[in-house]
T-cell receptor, first 109, second 116 residues
Framework: DAKTTQPPSMDCAEGRAANLPCNHS???????VYWYRQIHSQGPQYIIH?????ETNEMASLIITEDRKSSTLILPHATLRDTAVYYC????????????WGLGTSLAV | DADVTQTPRNRITKTGKRIMLECSQT?????MYWYRQDPGLGLRLIYY???????NKGEISDGYSVSRQAQAKFSLSLESAIPNQTALYFC???????????????FGPGTRLLVL
């Protein structure tokens, strides 16, 4: 299984962009990168996912490096409500379709 | 209205008691999952079901059982609760129609369980 590495914690000033990094150097060509967040013991919330190209939705942008060994989740204008634990997950459809959850990055805004 | 609901939201029980946690979804998804989360840890998969007739064990299924009563309902049972099953329990759903290589899961609000 492709593993991910995230910093345990980060700070971001309100109104500024929050850039959350994730390393996944062993990712395979058909594995997607997923981002979820969990706000204070609530159910995890899906944010965005991507394969090769950069992706953007109403919540965030996902930048994946050309070699796909790392990615960055960007929250363009962080607010207090974005304070949460952010999980980067590499999804392998061959692994019985399971998401493997790490410890994530605790973002404080 | 919430797409994935869990009942109860909080539960206190005693060692040896049987309890059931219920999950319902209105998203029309065929896949459903049960996870547990312990303080400071990531989510761990207990059981998952890809349709009504399909039940699979996750990484920590010992001490738990499940029932998929309908496409929209997936229940988790603790046959004889023990204190180390104290945790936060989440139900999730996903949609097979997204395609085999994608797996976007949507979570319920969680059930906080305390076993005394």
């Amino acid at each position: 299984d492709a593993k991910t590495t995230q910093p345990p914690s980060m700070d971001c000033a309100e109104g500024r962009a929050a850039n959350l990094p994730c390393n996944h150097s062993t990712i395979s060509g058909n594995e997607y990168v997923y981002w979820y967040r969990q706000i204070h013991s609530q159910g995890p919330q899906y944010i965005i996912h991507g394969l090769k190209n950069n992706e953007t939705n109403e919540m965030a942008s996902l930048i994946i490096t050309e070699d796909r060994k790392s990615s960055t989740l960007i929250l363009p204008h962080a607010t207090l409500r974005d304070t949460a634990v952010y999980y980067c997950i590499v999804y392998n459809a061959g692994n019985n379709r399971k998401l493997i959850w790490g410890l994530g990055t605790s973002l404080a805004v | 209205d919430a797409d994935v609901t869990q009942t109860p939201r909080n539960r206190i029980t005693k060692t040896g008691k049987r309890i059931m946690l219920e999950c319902s979804q209105t998203k029309g998804h065929d896949r459903m999952y049960w996870y547990r989360q312990d303080p400071g840890l990531g989510l761990r998969l207990i059981y998952y079901s890809f349709d009504v007739k399909d039940i699979n064990k996750g990484e920590i299924s010992d001490g738990y059982s499940v029932s998929r009563q309908a496409q929209a309902k997936f229940s988790l049972s603790l046959e004889s609760a023990i204190p180390n099953q104290t945790a936060l329990y989440f139900c999730a759903t996903s949609d097979r129609r997204l395609g085999g290589l994608q797996e976007t899961q949507y979570f319920g609000p969680g059930t906080r369980l305390l076993v005394l």
